[in-house]
């Protein structure tokens, strides 16, 4: 399982940028594939995910009715529509799969895309 996150770069505060993740390898039905991001100092946090088969999405508090995660199956590829972008918002995105159950913690994702990084001005 291959991922390639990107999209990442300096945006404003109140921008709203689209980050992507192609996704390659295997058939990822089964999978539940998430948005990670890292702050410098923090803990690497669940950002939002969804099943590769059903679509079901889930989002973390601090992004809830800003951020939309989606999936296209034809492309092989994960998006994040990031609306209102905010200064805590500026990380490092990570996209990352899992097979299974839908889980929010980093440790129990097998598979990692490279960072983009997110820089939010104000």
């Known amino acids: 399982v291959q991922l390639q996150a990107s999209g990442g770069g300096l945006v404003q505060a109140g921008d709203s940028p689209i980050l992507s993740c192609e996704v390659s390898?295997?058939?990822?039905?089964?999978?539940?594939l998430a948005w990670f991001r890292q702050a410098p100092g923090k803990d690497r946090e669940f950002v939002a995910g969804?099943?590769?088969?059903?679509?079901?999405?889930r989002y973390a508090d601090s992004v809830k009715g800003r951020f939309t995660i989606s999936r296209d199956a034809a492309k092989n590829t994960m998006n994040l529509q990031m609306n209102n972008l905010k200064p805590e918002d500026a990380a490092v995105y990570y996209c990352?799969?899992?097979?299974?159950?839908?889980?929010?913690?980093?440790?129990?994702?097998?598979?990692w895309g490279q960072g983009t990084l997110v820089t939010v001005s104000s």
């Open positions: 390898g295997r058939p990822f039905s089964g999978y539940v």
């Open positions: 990352a799969a899992r097979l299974g159950t839908f889980v929010t913690m980093a440790k129990y994702y097998r598979y």
């Open positions: 969804i099943s590769w088969s059903s679509g079901t999405t």
